[in-house]
């Protein structure tokens, strides 16, 4: 029996580096021969990706209530969990994750201001217990990651429905992820994303050795 994968996800405000860190350690674990997959949220399978379009592009005079978006978010997971995560792990594959169940406690429940104890319960219900073993959280202020995603949606017509969201959004977003980091330190762990790109890969590595 192969000995099951290790789980780790990327956590963050808008702007913070994630996919080019994603992208880092994947090749930093690749030359240790481990095998990995990179994966996202919401989306990873085809239905989840359907749901994903719905979730950040829907448009048309029907609103998207807060209440679907949310159980839109965990429909998605269970698909992701069940269909792809939970399937590379057992077969002994690292898995690396952008965003999780922490963006949903910090977008629906700090940003949109719904129920943080129903958002855990609805979180619990999708994963089981497919939990990461190992959350980095790309510290970055907020001013900082809102100029790096205005220079990289410059020549976008169409913001999603996140991007279009005000700066108070992202205020309370940003509390989110902090008591996130503080009320789970053993799990995530918080780095300096407004360094270099070669200094917060080296930031990803000693982590991920240190508890690996």
């Given at each position: 029996?192969?000995?099951r994968?290790?789980?780790?996800?990327?956590?963050?405000?808008?702007g913070?580096?994630?996919?080019?860190?994603?992208?880092?350690?994947?090749?930093?674990?690749?030359?240790?021969?481990?095998e990995v997959?990179t994966?996202?949220?919401p989306?990873?399978?085809?239905?989840?990706?359907?749901?994903r379009?719905?979730?950040?592009?829907?448009?048309?005079s029907?609103?998207v209530?807060?209440?679907?978006?949310l159980?839109?978010?965990?429909a998605?997971?269970?698909?992701h969990v069940q269909?792809v995560i939970?399937?590379?792990?057992n077969d002994?594959k690292?898995?690396?994750c952008?965003?999780?169940?922490?963006?949903?406690?910090?977008?629906q429940?700090?940003?949109?201001k719904?129920?943080?104890?129903f958002?855990?319960?609805?979180n619990?219900?999708a994963?089981?217990e497919?939990?990461?073993d190992l959350?980095?959280?790309?510290?970055?202020?907020?001013?900082?990651?809102?100029?790096?995603t205005?220079?990289?949606?410059?020549?976008?017509?169409?913001f999603?429905r996140?991007?279009s969201?005000?700066?108070?959004?992202?205020?309370?977003?940003e509390q989110?992820f902090k008591?996130?980091?503080?009320n789970n330190?053993e799990?995530?762990?918080?780095?300096?994303?407004?360094?270099?790109i070669?200094e917060?890969?080296?930031?990803?590595?000693?982590?991920?050795n240190?508890?690996f």
């Amino acid at each position: 029996m192969k000995k099951r994968g290790k789980f780790i996800t990327f956590e963050g405000s808008e702007g913070a580096g994630k996919t080019t860190q994603i992208n880092l350690l994947k090749e930093f674990l690749s030359a240790r021969n481990i095998e990995v997959i990179t994966t996202r949220e919401p989306g990873g399978t085809p239905l989840a990706e359907k749901l994903r379009e719905i979730i950040k592009h829907f448009q048309g005079s029907e609103i998207v209530s807060d209440k679907t978006e949310l159980l839109l978010m965990e429909a998605a997971r269970i698909q992701h969990v069940q269909n792809v995560i939970e399937v590379a792990l057992n077969d002994g594959k690292w898995v690396i994750c952008d965003r999780f169940y922490d963006s949903t406690t910090a977008y629906q429940g700090y940003g949109r201001k719904m129920d943080l104890d129903f958002i855990r319960q609805l979180n619990a219900f999708a994963v089981g217990e497919t939990v990461p073993d190992l959350t980095i959280y790309f510290d970055l202020p907020l001013e900082q990651g809102f100029e790096r995603t205005r220079k990289r949606y410059a020549d976008k017509e169409v913001f999603d429905r996140f991007e279009s969201q005000k700066i108070d959004f992202y205020r309370r977003i940003e509390q989110g992820f902090k008591d996130i980091v503080r009320n789970n330190n053993e799990r995530v762990k918080l780095i300096d994303a407004s360094l270099s790109i070669e200094e917060v890969h080296q930031q990803i590595c000693r982590l991920v050795n240190e508890q690996f």
